[in-house]
């Protein structure tokens, strides 16, 4: 399946409490569990006034559905086309 980035706009983000960010895991996890296995979370990272989350999706609308249904922001979703890492420089060494 694919994966995908998403950016949710969220004013203060950085600033919230654990006990927001533990709600909101809890309500998104909810989403995902009604979803079913066509959608999966992977890991989020929060700056001053956003959250990149990388999901795991069937589609871009399934990920659509799920901000729909948790009440969350999708202000951006990309498709992830390939993924580059520090061994991805060994890789091009090796080659040549």
């Given at each position: ?29 909810s ?25 795991i ?30 061994t ?9």
């Open positions: 399946m694919p994966k995908f980035i998403i950016e949710r706009e969220i004013p203060g983000a950085g600033g919230m409490s654990d006990e927001t960010f533990q709600q909101i895991s809890q309500k998104s996890c989403v995902l569990r009604e979803l079913g296995p066509a959608i999966q979370w992977v890991e989020s990272y929060v700056t001053d006034d956003k959250l990149y989350c990388v999901y999706a069937a589609d871009e609308g399934m990920i659509r559905e799920h901000a729909e249904k948790g009440g969350f922001p999708a202000n951006r979703i990309s498709k992830i086309v390939r993924m580059i890492d520090p991805t420089e060994e890789l091009q060494a090796a080659a040549g």
